[in-house]
């Protein structure tokens, strides 16, 4: 038997994955932020950039080597065991981590969210599109480690729940190319309008 998967075999390019996280890291004025399953650390280099504070947390040895390259602040852990007894942060990201979770460990991670934010605080939470025809039929199922999707509506109410207001539900489009143009239009004529986005992302504040 040969090793194991990369946990990001089925990821998004670097360039492509670089360019959607400084989108969400557009959310975030100030910091600091930590950056819940942090992964390859793209969205703490994005923060960076901004000059925003930003530390990541994660489970993977192969996460923390990216992180090292990258040189971004990084805490090798479980993110919920993180954000235990946490104060003062200013944002909680967590992009694609959500759908590895039971129902009851999603909220709790809400939760303890919440809790961690200072008020005008920010959550931004990023998940799979299911909306997305080949994400539903595909894409999601090529992660073994996926626990079930969680719709937008889903999120913002958990959010609402533990205290906190919701700015947007949103969805984010992710064309890989130019010359995947055609491909997506005709796409969107069969499958609708969510047929090139392949996330979603709610975000909320304190």
């Known amino acids: 038997m040969t090793g194991s998967l990369s946990r990001y075999e089925f990821a998004g390019t670097a360039p492509l994955t670089r360019n959607l996280m400084k989108r969400y890291a557009?959310?975030?004025?100030?910091?600091?932020?930590?950056?819940?399953g942090s992964g390859r650390g793209f969205f703490l280099e994005a923060l960076r950039?901004?000059?925003?504070?930003?530390?990541g947390v994660d489970i993977s040895g192969e996460a923390m080597q990216h992180a090292r390259d990258l040189g971004v602040?990084?805490?090798?852990?479980?993110?919920?065991?993180?954000?235990?007894?946490?104060?003062?942060?200013?944002?909680?990201?967590?992009?694609h981590l959500i759908e590895?979770?039971?129902?009851?460990?999603?909220?709790?991670?809400?939760?303890?969210?919440?809790?961690?934010?200072?008020?005008?605080?920010r959550l931004v939470?990023?998940?799979?599109?299911?909306?997305?025809?080949r994400t539903l039929s595909e894409v999601f199922w090529l992660d073994t480690t996926h626990v079930r999707p969680y719709p937008g509506m889903l999120i913002a109410a958990l959010m609402q729940r533990h205290g906190l207001t919701v700015d947007e539900v949103g969805r984010t489009f992710t064309l890989r190319n130019v010359r995947s143009l055609p491909s997506v239009a005709l796409?969107?004529?069969?499958?609708?309008?969510?047929?090139?986005?392949?996330?979603i992302f709610v975000r909320a504040h304190r």
Not at 83 to 90: D, E, H, N, P, V
């Open 125 to 133: 939470v990023v998940t799979p599109n299911l909306k997305d025809y």
């Open 100 to 121: 590895h979770m039971a129902p009851e460990t999603a909220e709790e991670m809400i939760a303890l969210a919440a809790a961690a934010l200072t008020r005008g605080g």
């Open 26 to 36: 557009s959310f975030f004025d100030e910091g600091p932020v930590v950056d819940l």
């Open 73 to 95: 602040e990084f805490v090798k852990g479980d993110a919920l065991e993180f954000l235990r007894g946490k104060s003062g942060l200013r944002g909680v990201f967590a992009s």
């Open 49 to 55: 950039k901004r000059g925003v504070a930003g530390v």
């Open 187 to 199: 796409g969107r004529l069969r499958f609708g309008r969510d047929y090139g986005c392949t996330e």
